[in-house]
């Protein structure tokens, strides 16, 4: 029987997409797995894709090529998506929408030849797309032959769409999806409310697989503490107060300064109790850090900012002597982060708002607020609060464990016609 070729395609966030394949491709000799354009793989993982993909595509128009370029914008301009496109760049700039029917046409042009590329050179049977906002799905709208469609949601791609387009690219091409799978049954509802009921039978639950390394790491850290010391000593991280790690990176999504407004209404003689620590990795907006560390300047109590990149061994350490961790970003899927501080059995403190039902599901326990005043009043009560965390850690490793994650996934692909 001939395998049929799944298209791997859309973001390539190798943290996601590696760790996901690497586990499913061997319990489905059915597929070829191939990728297209997983351009944000570093050099190492590169290699590691050529292991685990049967083969990578690597495709980019030139535009320089003047007869396809044309031919191109004679295909497009008669799109009824292109045209609704400029429609809308019109509604939300005026005439100044001059300006962005070039880049429009840029658009649209990549898109129709990666779909050309994918028609005549591949030989696809399944598209797997991952995030599809505009920028990764555009080139469904082009295909010209019949694919099984899996659209697979990360989180933001459904909570956070800011742009217009990015939300009718997704109403746009919903219709030709065979499944469409979603990590958490919140992000099923944001699906179904945005989109309409009508995709309800497509949507599957399908978490993604973590990688256990930061797991094992940790298993092994937290079993001989006689690093701590040394640890807290080298990053001058005070022994004497409860350590507070805040956010997992730079993006002002998560909430830096409403959190430094409610440090600023505990009193003096608490907050010097704490030692606060703001994680602020990717991106890199040094403006916004240095506003964050301006205000932080003002509370009376110790700060450390972390902004390079940490190894495995570094983050372990660095959760496991963090008494508490705070997770308060605008919006969220299911974040790894959050779920391998709470591997340690340390204290999490979350905002109600993110959509955390699937870590209740399987009795992972952390401690809620609703906002961040009340998060300041229970950082003034702390000892008040009781939350029995002890049996975190083997709840994740029974229920977050790659193969009872790998095992949705597989449900999803044997659910696909034969």
């Known amino acids: 029987m001939k395998k049929k070729n799944v298209l791997v395609t859309g973001i390539g966030?190798?943290?996601?997409?590696?760790?996901?394949?690497?586990?499913?491709?061997s319990e489905l000799p059915e597929y070829r797995f191939n990728s297209l354009n997983l351009r944000s793989f570093g050099n190492i993982d590169k290699e590691k894709?050529?292991?685990?993909?049967?083969?990578?595509?690597?495709f980019d128009f030139d535009f320089s090529n003047l007869v396809e370029t044309i031919r191109s914008i004679l295909s497009i301009s008669f799109d009824n998506y292109f045209q609704k496109h400029l429609r809308v760049l019109f509604s939300e700039n005026g005439f100044r929408f001059i300006s962005r029917v070039i880049p429009a046409f840029k658009e649209h042009i990549k898109a129709y030849q990666i779909a050309k590329f994918i028609d005549c050179k591949t030989d696809t049977d399944v598209i797997h797309l991952h995030f599809p906002k505009q920028e990764y799905a555009l080139f469904i709208n082009y295909?010209?032959?019949?694919?099984?469609?899996?659209?697979?949601?990360w989180g933001s791609d459904i909570f956070r769409i800011n742009n217009r387009m990015d939300h009718e690219?997704?109403?746009?091409?919903l219709p030709t999806s065979t499944l469409i799978t979603v990590a958490t049954p919140e992000m099923k509802f944001a699906l179904i409310t945005r989109y309409g009921s009508g995709f309800e039978d497509k949507i599957r639950i399908a978490r993604f697989i973590h990688d256990w390394t930061f797991y094992e790491l940790a298993h092994d850290f937290m079993?001989?503490?006689?690093?701590?010391?040394?640890?807290?000593?080298?990053?001058?991280?005070?022994?004497?107060?409860?350590?507070?790690?805040f956010g997992h990176n730079a993006f002002r999504e998560n909430?830096?300064?409403?959190?430094?407004?409610?440090?600023?209404?505990?009193p003096p003689e608490i907050i010097k109790y704490y030692h606060i620590i703001f994680s602020l990795t990717y991106p890199s907006d040094l403006e916004y850090i240095e506003k964050v560390k301006s205000i932080a300047g003002e509370i009376p109590t110790t700060f450390s900012y972390l902004t390079d990149f940490m190894s495995w061994e570094d983050m372990v350490k660095l959760k496991i002597v963090s008494d508490i961790y705070i997770h308060a970003p605008t919006t969220d899927g299911l974040s790894a982060f959050l779920?391998?501080?709470?591997?340690?059995n340390n204290l999490a403190l979350v905002g109600s708002w993110l959509p955390y039902k699937t870590f209740l599901k399987y009795k992972i326990k952390y401690l809620e607020f609703d906002d961040f005043e009340e998060l300041s009043k229970i950082l003034q009560n702390l000892n008040s609060y009781s939350v029995n965390t002890t049996l975190n850690k083997d709840n994740i490793e029974h229920n977050f464990n790659s193969s009872v994650i790998a095992d949705?996934?597989?449900k999803v692909f044997n659910e696909l016609p034969k």
């Open 339 to 344: 779920t391998e501080f709470l591997y340690t």
């Open 143 to 153: 295909l010209n032959r019949k694919y099984q469609i899996i659209f697979t949601y």
């Open 255 to 266: 909430n830096h300064l409403k959190f430094l407004e409610s440090l600023q209404s505990i």
């Open 408 to 410: 949705e996934w597989l």
């Open 49 to 58: 894709a050529k292991g685990t993909f049967f083969e990578n595509f690597d």
């Open 169 to 173: 690219i997704q109403a746009h091409l």
């Open 223 to 245: 079993q001989d503490l006689q690093w701590k010391e040394s640890y807290l000593n080298i990053n001058n991280f005070p022994g004497d107060k409860k350590i507070i790690l």
């Open 13 to 25: 966030q190798v943290n996601y997409i590696l760790q996901l394949y690497s586990q499913i491709i």
